[in-house]
């Protein structure tokens, strides 16, 4: 392979780039391609306990970290896990928040919002999938001297790698969920993290069961979600 094509800007060396371009109708059916790809994408809240092997979490997981981030700091940490019993104990954590959340947290109205979905406090979802992913923000990091210094827009930087995430799970034909217990610090004392970790969204990911049923969604329409001024 040739060596790259390098110059210094400000003093540090960039890299020649070349973006894939293609003709207009091309672009045309690719966009459309695509985005019908990801309107096949649903939430599945029932998972088979069939294995995913670990080199695609690797793969989903360098695909999320191909997020742009403030200051390119990557903020984040996906801590997969595949271990029963830590599933379980994890399981048992979150359900303990949910039922504080169904019970008394919520307002009525919140519940009312979610009726559709048909959720409640039962996760049955985080043992019965091979893996769950957990997402960490860090919200600040370690310096050598173990000095901190904060990083930036991180919530923006975490939240891109996660969509990032989903849709690279899709494109693997396997399925996912959003999980957010709320609050959610008991992930970082189980799992083990450090303290400039705080858990950010959790993920089931693997196979759905042979016959899954899923709300009946209907997404907004391009006018409904967008605005344009030519
Ligand atoms: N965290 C709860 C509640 C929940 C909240 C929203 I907003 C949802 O879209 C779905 C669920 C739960 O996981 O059940």
């Given at each position: ?124 979802f ?22 901190k ?6 919530n923006?930087?975490?939240g ?32 083990g ?38």
């Open positions: 392979m040739n060596k790259k094509e390098t110059t210094i800007v400000k003093g540090f060396e960039h890299i020649a780039y070349t973006p894939a371009t293609y003709p207009e109708e091309e672009m045309i059916s690719r966009s459309k391609a695509y985005y019908n790809w990801l309107n096949n994408r649903r939430s599945v809240r029932e998972f088979s306990n069939r294995p995913v092997p670990k080199e695609i979490i690797e793969n989903l997981i360098l695909s999320a970290s191909t997020a742009p981030s403030g200051a390119h700091k990557q903020p984040w940490t996906f801590c997969a896990v595949s271990n029963q019993e830590l599933k379980s104990k994890i399981r048992k954590a979150a359900e303990v928040e949910e039922k504080l959340g169904y019970e008394s947290r919520m307002s009525e109205r919140w519940k009312k919002d979610l009726a559709h979905l048909g959720t409640d406090m039962h996760k049955p985080i043992e019965d999938a091979p893996w769950i992913v957990v997402a960490f923000k860090k919200i600040y990091e370690f310096d050598k001297d173990g000095s210094h904060n990083n930036y827009y991180v923006e930087s975490v891109i790698a996660c969509g990032m995430f989903i849709s690279a799970v899709q494109n693997a034909g396997l399925v996912t969920l959003t999980h957010t217990p709320s609050p959610m610090n008991f992930l970082a004392k189980i799992l993290r450090p303290s400039n970790e705080r858990a950010f969204m959790l993920f089931p990911v693997g196979y759905a069961r042979e016959k899954v049923f899923v709300p009946k969604l209907v997404r907004k329409k391009i006018g409904e979600v967008s605005c344009f001024i030519e």
